[in-house]
Protein backbone atom coordinates (compact mmCIF):
# COMPACT_ATOMS: atom_id res chain seq x y z
CA UNK A 1 0.00 0.00 0.00
CA UNK A 2 2.96 2.16 0.83
CA UNK A 3 4.47 1.77 -2.72
CA UNK A 4 1.40 2.43 -4.47
CA UNK A 5 0.82 5.52 -2.57
CA UNK A 6 4.56 6.73 -3.06
CA UNK A 7 4.43 6.28 -6.55
CA UNK A 8 1.27 8.67 -6.77
CA UNK A 9 2.91 10.99 -5.00
CA UNK A 10 6.31 10.93 -7.51
CA UNK A 11 4.05 10.78 -10.45
CA UNK A 12 2.68 14.72 -9.16
CA UNK A 13 5.91 15.70 -8.47
CA UNK A 14 7.23 14.38 -12.15
CA UNK A 15 5.98 17.45 -13.86
CA UNK A 16 7.67 20.53 -14.28
CA UNK A 17 5.07 22.87 -13.63
CA UNK A 18 3.91 21.27 -10.51
CA UNK A 19 7.15 20.74 -9.14
CA UNK A 20 8.08 24.53 -9.87
CA UNK A 21 5.03 25.81 -8.08
CA UNK A 22 5.80 23.71 -5.23
CA UNK A 23 9.07 24.79 -4.87
CA UNK A 24 7.50 28.88 -4.94
CA UNK A 25 4.98 28.16 -2.26
CA UNK A 26 7.85 26.61 -0.52
CA UNK A 27 9.00 30.27 0.35
CA UNK A 28 5.94 31.47 0.97
CA UNK A 29 1.86 31.64 0.46
CA UNK A 30 0.93 33.05 -2.69
CA UNK A 31 -1.91 33.68 -4.46
CA UNK A 32 -3.28 32.45 -8.01
CA UNK A 33 -2.62 34.92 -9.66
CA UNK A 34 1.07 35.55 -8.37
CA UNK A 35 1.78 32.34 -9.33
CA UNK A 36 0.20 32.65 -12.82
CA UNK A 37 2.17 35.97 -13.05
CA UNK A 38 5.63 34.14 -11.84
CA UNK A 39 5.63 30.95 -13.87
CA UNK A 40 3.32 33.29 -17.40
CA UNK A 41 1.01 30.10 -17.06
CA UNK A 42 -2.56 30.52 -17.83
CA UNK A 43 -5.08 30.10 -14.89
CA UNK A 44 -6.35 26.46 -15.81
CA UNK A 45 -3.14 25.15 -16.00
CA UNK A 46 -2.20 26.99 -12.60
CA UNK A 47 -5.61 25.93 -11.05
CA UNK A 48 -5.15 22.32 -12.02
CA UNK A 49 -2.00 21.93 -10.92
CA UNK A 50 -2.68 23.45 -7.96
CA UNK A 51 -5.35 20.58 -7.33
CA UNK A 52 -3.27 17.87 -7.82
CA UNK A 53 -0.61 19.38 -5.31
CA UNK A 54 -3.37 19.19 -3.10
CA UNK A 55 -5.38 16.40 -3.73
CA UNK A 56 -1.42 14.73 -3.04
CA UNK A 57 -1.57 16.26 0.69
CA UNK A 58 1.05 18.83 0.11
CA UNK A 59 -1.12 21.91 0.08
CA UNK A 60 -3.60 23.77 1.93
CA UNK A 61 -5.55 26.75 0.53
CA UNK A 62 -7.69 30.06 2.18
CA UNK A 63 -9.73 32.44 0.23
CA UNK A 64 -9.64 36.01 0.60
CA UNK A 65 -12.11 37.82 -1.27
CA UNK A 66 -12.31 37.02 -4.78
CA UNK A 67 -8.53 35.46 -4.37
CA UNK A 68 -7.44 32.13 -3.64
CA UNK A 69 -3.95 31.37 -1.57
CA UNK A 70 -2.32 28.35 -1.51
CA UNK A 71 0.95 27.39 1.04
CA UNK A 72 2.34 24.25 2.14
CA UNK A 73 0.42 22.37 4.69
CA UNK A 74 2.02 22.34 8.20
CA UNK A 75 1.04 19.35 9.36
CA UNK A 76 2.76 17.07 6.13
CA UNK A 77 3.50 13.74 6.48
CA UNK A 78 6.66 12.51 6.96
CA UNK A 79 6.87 11.14 3.90
CA UNK A 80 6.21 14.77 2.01
CA UNK A 81 8.56 16.52 4.48
CA UNK A 82 11.66 14.14 3.61
CA UNK A 83 10.56 14.70 -0.53
CA UNK A 84 10.59 18.54 -0.19
CA UNK A 85 13.74 18.63 2.04
CA UNK A 86 15.38 16.68 -0.95
CA UNK A 87 14.01 18.86 -3.61
CA UNK A 88 14.94 21.37 -1.91
CA UNK A 89 18.50 20.41 -1.76
CA UNK A 90 18.66 19.64 -5.36
CA UNK A 91 17.01 22.38 -6.80
CA UNK A 92 18.60 25.40 -4.69
CA UNK A 93 20.75 26.64 -7.80
CA UNK A 94 18.78 25.35 -10.04
CA UNK A 95 18.55 28.15 -12.75
CA UNK A 96 14.98 27.46 -13.47
CA UNK A 97 14.26 28.08 -9.97
CA UNK A 98 16.35 30.85 -9.33
CA UNK A 99 14.99 32.51 -12.24
CA UNK A 100 11.33 31.67 -11.03
CA UNK A 101 12.96 33.55 -6.91
CA UNK A 102 14.11 36.28 -9.31
CA UNK A 103 10.56 36.63 -10.76
CA UNK A 104 8.42 36.02 -7.45
CA UNK A 105 10.57 39.30 -6.05
CA UNK A 106 9.93 41.27 -9.23
CA UNK A 107 6.10 40.19 -8.65
CA UNK A 108 6.03 41.34 -5.27
CA UNK A 109 7.89 44.88 -6.14
CA UNK A 110 5.68 45.34 -8.30
CA UNK A 111 2.19 44.81 -6.49
CA UNK A 112 4.00 46.82 -3.41
CA UNK A 113 4.02 49.56 -6.00
CA UNK A 114 0.77 48.86 -7.20
CA UNK A 115 -0.83 48.14 -3.42
CA UNK A 116 -2.47 45.59 -5.36
CA UNK A 117 -2.81 41.99 -5.84
CA UNK A 118 -5.78 40.81 -8.54
CA UNK A 119 -6.10 39.81 -12.10
CA UNK A 120 -5.69 43.66 -13.91
CA UNK A 121 -2.36 43.98 -12.09
CA UNK A 122 -1.24 40.40 -12.46
CA UNK A 123 -1.72 41.14 -16.74
CA UNK A 124 0.41 44.71 -15.55
CA UNK A 125 3.19 42.64 -14.43
CA UNK A 126 3.06 39.89 -17.31
CA UNK A 127 3.15 42.89 -19.69
CA UNK A 128 5.75 44.35 -18.21
CA UNK A 129 7.87 41.09 -18.01
CA UNK A 130 7.56 39.96 -21.70
CA UNK A 131 8.26 44.01 -22.46
CA UNK A 132 11.78 42.90 -20.42
CA UNK A 133 12.77 40.11 -22.80
CA UNK A 134 12.12 41.80 -25.95
CA UNK A 135 14.60 42.73 -27.79
CA UNK A 136 14.32 46.54 -30.09
CA UNK A 137 16.85 47.35 -32.49
CA UNK A 138 18.80 50.38 -32.76
CA UNK A 139 21.18 50.27 -35.86
CA UNK A 140 23.82 47.99 -34.78
CA UNK A 141 22.70 47.75 -31.36
CA UNK A 142 20.49 45.82 -29.75
CA UNK A 143 18.55 47.30 -26.56
CA UNK A 144 16.47 45.65 -23.75
Request: with cysteine.
Amino acid sequence: MFMKVFLETIKVLSDESRLRILMLLTKKELCVCQIMGVLNMSQPLVSRNLSLLSRAGFLKDRREGKLMFYAIRKNLPKKHLMLLSLLNELLKNDKIFLKDLASLRDCEDFQKQTGTCDMETLKAFINRKKGRNRYKHSGDRRLI
